[in-house]
T-cell receptor, first 111, second 114 residues
Framework: NAGVTQTPKFRILKIGQSMTLQCTQD?????MYWYRQDPGMGLKLIYY???????DKGEVPNGYNVSRSTTEDFPLRLELAAPSQTSVYFC??????????FGPGTRLTVT | GESVGLHLPTLSVQEGDNSIINCAYS??????FIWYKQESGKGPQFIID?????DKRQGQRVTVLLNKTVKHLSLQIAATQPGDSAVYFC?????????????FGQGTILTVHP
């Protein structure tokens, strides 16, 4: 199993641009999550999903959108990028609601 | 909102020493706690977890202690090795319908000197 994969690894956006961060897991996990990690800080939950077609907001959802059309994929959409969204983004998945497996992250810079 | 925090942001030890990383939590409804290790440029890696009905759990070279009375969690690493150098995060989850939403602490940087 590849586990949790994320693309791209790095991205630089201009203010106002949009992009989609991709996340795929091949472990048949029901639960998937998006976090952001600012420098020197812990992770903060953006959105999560408990299964295909079901998503909900986490702690910091403003400026982001998600969809879950399949069990495997959980893309995160930024519609109007802002400098405050400069961060490292991690996707995670779990079979049960607790032990989460993380992807390698996407480093995003908005200038 | 309630959060999880760490007492010590950095910890330096010699190779072979035992390391103890501490974490305080404030949400009395939390029933599940996890320690993650994060190496530079990588995602968090699961180390060990513990549920609130336990006060101690051991893994390979690691032990997690939970003191619910004072809302304190610790990670003990035995015979610390240079490969243990990383940032360590504690995270907590409330039960019920929280759907595994984890609240992370700030992290402790562990540096192991050869």
């Amino acid at each position: 199993n590849a586990g949790v994969t994320q693309t791209p690894k790095f991205r630089i956006l201009k203010i106002g641009q949009s992009m989609t961060l991709q996340c795929t897991q091949d472990m048949n996990h029901n639960y998937m999550y998006w976090y952001r990690q600012d420098p020197g800080m812990g992770l903060k939950l953006i959105y999560y999903s408990v299964g295909a077609g079901i998503t909900d907001k986490g702690e910091v959802p403003n400026g982001y959108n998600v969809s879950r059309s399949t069990t495997e994929d959980f893309p995160l959409r930024l519609e109007l990028a802002a400098p405050s969204q400069t961060s490292v983004y991690f996707c995670a998945s779990s079979l049960i609601k607790d032990e989460q497996y993380f992807g390698p992250g996407t480093r995003l810079t908005v200038t | 909102g309630e959060s999880v925090g760490l007492h010590l942001p950095t910890l330096s030890v010699q190779e072979g020493d035992n390391s103890i990383i501490n974490c305080a939590y404030s949400n009395s409804a939390s029933d599940y706690f996890i320690w993650y290790k994060q190496e530079s440029g990588k995602g968090p890696q699961f180390i060990i977890d513990i549920r609130s009905n336990m006060d101690k759990r051991q893994g390979q070279r690691v032990t997690v202690l939970l003191n619910k009375t004072v809302k304190h969690l610790s990670l003990q690493i035995a015979a610390t090795q240079p490969g243990d150098s990383a940032v360590y995060f504690c995270a907590e989850s409330a039960g019920g319908t929280s759907y595994g939403k984890l609240t992370f602490g700030q992290g402790t940087i562990l540096t192991v000197h050869p």
